[in-house]
């Protein structure tokens, strides 16, 4: 069975401290692991994903991932919090399986970024 | 390139009235894939195409969602007849659909429909 799960629904932290939004996942597959970011009144995007490369993966905006398959985990971190990333991110993960992806998302966690 | 199309991408409709949604994929895109995103949830995944053909609509309430891809490009779905319930945005995503190879899912701007 496939499952993520978010640890916190609600993240707050101050302009310029550090970022760790938590990700936990269960699979019966290698799976790939990706983060996505909501803006209010947006859709979806793509902020990073692991496909079995390197374990440690830079996105855009400065957000890095590292996958710990040890510990069944796919943190998202960031070393200095802009307002602009007061924003939804989701947790996704995704099994290959014989009948092609499938994407299973965590339930959210909100970023606040106090000024 | 241009991203995954969505529209409208507001609508306002009464309970029991029907109501459309269209999609259209990054061009090349074999797989779309209808989800809906209650206020405070993540997404659910409602239909997933491989080109004209349904992969998984185990989550659509078939008795008043249906949704199509029947040139294998762009996609509607279509909530006949809508429920309070219903309102939610509704989410378009594609990726390339090559089988064996892991995908990476791209999203539209999402239709938000309110039913009162």
């Known amino acids: 069975a496939q499952s993520v799960t978010q640890l916190d629904s609600h993240v707050s932290v101050s302009e310029g401290t550090p970022v760790l939004l938590r990700c936990n996942y269960s699979?019966?597959?290698?799976?790939?692991l990706f983060w996505y970011v909501q803006h209010p009144n947006k859709g979806l995007q793509l902020l990073l994903k692991?496909?079995?490369?390197?374990?440690l993966v830079k996105g855009i905006n400065g957000f890095e991932a590292e996958f710990k398959k040890s510990e069944t985990s796919f943190h998202l971190t960031k070393p200095s919090a802009h307002m602009s990333d007061a924003a939804e991110y989701f947790c996704?993960?995704?099994?290959?399986?014989?009948?092609?992806?499938?994407?299973?998302f965590g339930t959210g966690t909100s970023l606040t970024v106090i000024p | 390139e241009a991203g995954v199309a969505q529209s409208p991408r507001y609508k306002i409709i009464e309970k029991r009235q029907s109501v459309a949604f269209w999609c259209n994929p990054i061009s090349g895109h074999a797989t779309l894939y209808w989800y809906q995103q209650i206020l405070g949830q993540g997404p659910k995944l409602l239909i997933q195409?491989?080109?004209?053909?349904?992969?998984?609509d185990s989550q659509l309430p078939k008795d008043r969602f249906s949704a199509e891809r029947l040139k294998g490009v762009d996609s509607t779905l279509k909530i006949q007849p809508a429920k309070l319930e219903d309102s939610a945005v509704y989410l378009c995503?594609?990726?390339?659909?090559?089988?064996?190879?892991?995908?990476?899912?791209?999203f539209g701007p999402g239709t938000r429909l309110l039913v009162l």
């Open positions: 692991y496909t079995s490369a390197a374990t």
């Open positions: 996704v993960v995704s099994p290959l399986l014989d009948t092609g992806n499938q994407f299973y």
């Open positions: 699979s019966s597959y290698s799976p790939s």
């Open positions: 995503a594609s990726s390339l659909g090559v089988r064996g190879h892991q995908e990476t899912q791209y």
């Open positions: 195409f491989q080109n004209n053909g349904v992969v998984d």
